[in-house]
């Protein structure tokens, strides 16, 4: 694999009262081959006490299905300033429920969590030989880690994986001791105690684990000594069995009544998607609500999916989601919805209100990616437009600082270095200096054989100015679909602009006002060919300055 690291060292601009020094902002990028016989995903960074951040990474080996990758956990740790510390892999034969968890103690020790189904033959589709060598156990582990991420204690408990009772009818052949795996769910530290949970997944295909079983909930210390234990029988359904549904997410909360956790699974018979499970401090269960497919895209069946979550700090949560409307008259409508739930364990209604919402949306499937919340309590709001179905479109990469009330602060764009690059964002984090964490992995749409896994860290004042995103690399205004036909679509929250376009001669060909975040050009009359596009902007003198420049093809 190749490595670029790229370094923009501390700079200051002179201001009209004196100085100003600005962080210094990183980018790690490695790059692999979908030919090769393994690669890396770089999945949630997670910041310690100490300043370094430590990267949960899924480590991929091709095995014996086509194309088909099956996963490990690795870690990578950075220092603050974006130089790699370390790397280490965790392999077994074993099926592994996710990427691992990283959580410190009151020491600033660091641990890893991981579950796994072991005894199985990586080679393998998805681990599972199920139906010739049944496994009878899955296991979560806790793992002390060094300052080179090796394991110098490990803390594991082995888990009967009996299935529920509930199977589709379809499938009722399946035998209840065949089962899949044991996924974990992300789990939070409370005064020094591990609270986390797991599903236990059964197959309902004969070679695929599908669709979680039953919910636990543990509390733990740093020992690996369980103190508390419950499970829960739920009737879930779907492929909520996989580890992606965990990917990068935080889904499990402190509340005032004990412990909160969002399951991204639907129940069975149940026309709601995703459900809220309240626990009391003992991990006993109180109740369980769905939340509701809020003003649908239509009155056809609703797919939410890729949830993301994070707690306020006035006892809601803000959830995003990408909204799918399975509309057989026209194409799949895919929307990035960010909401605030009212999901306050005394709620009388049956199902959990939303606060408000705003929707994002390309002419393409759009995904979620994070939210995080800052110390004035405004948001960051991660999410990737355009990325298509087969993800064979050139898409980009947003980053929204919102008010509490969703309005807009400001809004930006990143995508890789280089042209026909589709990039599509794994989960950011909010650092303790008021910076921002994004992973994303990418692919070159001219040579999909290339593909890239990136952690960027943008400083604080990145979002303070069109000056400084420029200065990290952040556009303000996005051209699509590039190449493109009839329609140029410009999209920027600029207000007071206007959008110029040229063709290759240098000729102003038209110019256009900017009253919506997307600007649709009629290109239907143009010629083939390379044009330029500048977003021109009004400044707070009246004077109006370039805020944004790009190239668009026309085929």
Not at 277 to 302: A, G, T
């Amino acid at each position: 694999m190749n490595t670029k690291l790229k370094l923009s060292v501390a700079f200051a601009l002179t201001m009209l009262f004196g100085g100003k020094a600005f962080g210094q902002e990183w980018e790690q990028t490695y790059e692999w081959h979908f030919s090769d016989d393994e690669e890396f995903d770089l999945v949630k960074p997670y910041e310690t006490s100490s300043g370094n951040i430590v990267v949960s990474t899924n480590q991929y080996y091709k095995c014996g299905w086509g194309d088909f990758y099956a996963p490990h956990p690795a870690l990578k740790m950075f220092a603050a300033d974006g130089t790699e510390l370390a790397e280490n892999l965790y392999f077994k034969p074993a099926y592994y429920g996710g990427h691992p968890h990283i959580i410190e103690n009151k020491n600033g020790e660091l641990y890893m969590m991981a579950s796994y189904t072991p005894d199985h033959d990586y080679t393998s589709f998805n681990y599972f030989l199920n139906y010739d060598n049944p496994p009878d156990e899955g296991i979560y582990g806790l793992y002390k880690l060094d300052d080179q991420l090796n394991i110098v204690g490990a803390y594991e408990h082995h888990i009967k994986i009996d299935t529920s009772e509930y199977r589709d009818q379809q499938w009722e052949d399946v035998p209840l001791e065949q089962c899949g795996a044991l996924v974990m769910i992300p789990p939070i530290v409370d005064d020094d105690i591990i609270v986390g949970a797991y599903v236990k997944t059964y197959s309902r295909y004969p070679t695929n684990p599908h669709g979680p079983d039953s919910l636990f909930a543990f509390r733990m210390d740093f020992e690996g000594n369980i103190l508390d234990q419950q499970g829960f029988e739920l009737p879930y359904m779907g492929s909520g069995g996989s580890c992606l549904h965990f990917l990068g997410r935080e889904l499990m909360f402190k509340s005032e009544t004990g412990f909160m956790l969002y399951c991204p699974f639907r129940f069975v018979n149940d026309g709601y998607y995703y459900h809220v499970v309240y626990l009391d401090h003992n991990l006993n269960l109180l109740k369980v609500r769905p939340c509701k497919k809020i003003d649908p895209l239509s009155q056809f069946d609703d797919l939410m999916q890729g949830i993301k979550v994070k707690r306020s700090r006035h006892n809601t949560t803000y959830f995003t989601v990408e909204l799918a409307s399975n509309n057989p008259w026209k194409a799949t409508d895919y929307d990035v919805r960010l909401y605030e739930l009212d999901d306050n364990i005394d709620g009388t209604e049956p199902y959990i209100p939303s606060l408000q919402y705003i929707t994002r949306t390309s002419d393409d499937l759009d995904w979620p990616c994070g939210i995080e919340l800052l110390d004035d309590n405004s948001l960051f709001f991660a999410f990737t437009l355009n990325m298509g179905f087969w993800s064979n479109l050139d898409s980009w990469m947003m980053i929204e600082h919102l008010t509490p009330d969703f309005d807009t602060i400001s809004t930006l764009y990143y995508d890789h270095e280089g042209e026909r690059i589709h990039s599509a964002a794994t989960s950011i984090l909010a650092t303790k200096d008021g910076g921002l964490l994004l992973v994303y992995q990418s692919k070159n749409l001219d040579d999909t054989n290339q593909r890239w896994t990136t952690i960027t860290k943008f400083p604080a004042e990145a979002f303070e100015s069109i000056d400084e995103a420029h200065d990290n690399g952040l556009k303000v205004a996005v051209a699509y679909p590039n190449p493109g036909g009839n329609t140029l679509n410009i999209r920027t929250a600029l207000q007071n602009a206007r959008v110029k376009v040229y063709d290759i001669n240098g000729r102003l060909i038209h110019s256009q006002a900017i009253t919506e975040d997307v600007t649709a050009i009629d290109a239907g009359g143009w010629a083939e060919g390379i044009y330029v596009w500048k977003v021109m902007a009004g400044t707070s003198t009246g004077s109006v300055t370039e805020a944004e420049s790009g190239k668009w093809i026309k085929e």
